[in-house]
């Protein structure tokens, strides 16, 4: 049986690597990979770290690319690939513009659809955006929906997608984790190589999102600000995306702060090993949710609402939104109340055990 892989980003091949491991481990499976490349530079690192070659390489990244050009480029190039191959399955993760190009490709030939990490909803069309969008469309084509929770499932099927259609597997990021946390691990950035994580508590920083770009990425860092001129024990480390709009926010106000690192964007594995060392998150990510309760790491999400509630109901995450004084009253109660912090970081990871990836495979193998 033959399988294709696509994905376009940095946190699909991330996801997906496990995946694409365990179907190259199995015989009874041909397996293709496919990147559009949505993401370049940051998406070749990742595919470095996992020692994965792609057998098709669209190259569709280009300055200013817009939503609309993402998917028009995917469509395209997936034509002729998926002609060529004629796969029994095309796997997407996700919920990027990738993976619904690549969805709608794959329903344009006829070919079954697996979607990994499916069901997840904020109920919002428009947060995150174009996300919320992308993975109920793909949810309406696919065959198999690999769900990490039982809220994923049951998410799906109040949206009229069959039982028989849903299998809760995990999530492939904790999977990943396996192959990049070292407690002997060497920085190579050299802020970070400098650091002392044994005397000081260092809160991880990473803003990104769309919909937070303007007042609310401003209220988020004016908190972060506020909160270290309280606790002279604590400094932040931002490695910050290249978008120049979420950089001119974090230089305007916390470029001049002693305590606050502003660093590049690390590669997964410095970034693993670095949320593995600090003593909390605050973050727009979703995937960071996932993986920082592996690592008893305190989550405290800025956003206005989340696809992953299960760690706010867990208890490992904070839902703060984008409001200063909840932003600061979350930092805040997370550095001075003990109780509350080892509370959350005593929470079993509710997103998965490490072998999603063998889950997935096994039920291809089984119903393909």
Do not use: W
Request: net charge negative; charged share 25%.
């Amino acid at each position: 049986m033959k399988v294709i892989v696509i994905f376009g980003t940095r946190p699909e091949a991330i996801k997906m690597a496990p995946v694409v491991k365990e179907l190259q481990k199995r015989k009874e499976l041909e397996t293709f990979v496919c990147v559009t490349a949505q993401h370049r530079e940051m998406l070749d690192k990742v595919l470095e770290i996992f020692d994965i070659v792609p057998d098709y390489d669209l190259n569709i990244f280009k300055p200013g690319q817009t939503l609309t050009d993402i998917t028009i480029e995917s469509l395209k190039g997936l034509e002729e690939i998926l002609t060529t191959v004629k796969p029994d399955l095309l796997l997407v993760q996700g919920d990027t513009s990738t993976v619904f190009s690549g969805a709608l490709a794959s329903f344009y030939h006829k070919i079954k659809i697996g979607h990994v990490e499916a069901g997840l909803r904020s109920n919002n069309l428009y947060s995150p955006y174009p996300e919320e969008a992308n993975r109920r469309l793909v949810s309406v084509l696919a065959d198999y929906n690999f769900c990490p929770t039982d809220s994923n499932r049951q998410n799906l099927l109040n949206e009229g997608i069959s039982d028989s259609k849903i299998y809760i597997t995990g999530n492939t990021v904790i999977d990943s984790l396996k192959y990049t946390v070292k407690d002997d691990y060497e920085f190579e950035d050299e802020v970070l190589k400098k650091l002392d994580f044994n005397s000081k508590r260092f809160i991880l920083l990473t803003s990104h999102r769309r919909e937070n770009i303007g007042q609310p990425m401003k209220n988020i860092f004016n908190a972060v600000k506020d909160v270290l001129n309280i606790y002279e024990d604590v400094e932040v480390i931002f490695p910050m995306h290249l978008n120049p709009k979420v950089r001119k926010i974090a230089v305007e106000i916390l470029g001049n702060h002693n305590r606050v690192h502003l660093i590049s964007p690390l590669d997964y594995f410095e970034f693993t090993n670095l949320l593995n060392r600090v003593h909390f998150v605050i973050t727009d990510s979703g995937g960071i949710q996932e993986e920082a309760p592996t690592m008893g790491k305190p989550v405290i999400v800025v956003r206005e609402e989340t696809e992953r509630m299960e760690g706010v109901d867990a208890g490992s995450a904070i839902l703060a939104g984008t409001e200063y004084k909840n932003v600061y009253n979350a930092l805040d109660s997370l550095l001075k109340d003990d109780k509350l912090y080892n509370k959350m970081s005593e929470v079993q990871n509710p997103y998965g055990d490490g072998f999603s990836a063998q889950r997935i495979v096994d039920i291809i193998l089984k119903y393909l």
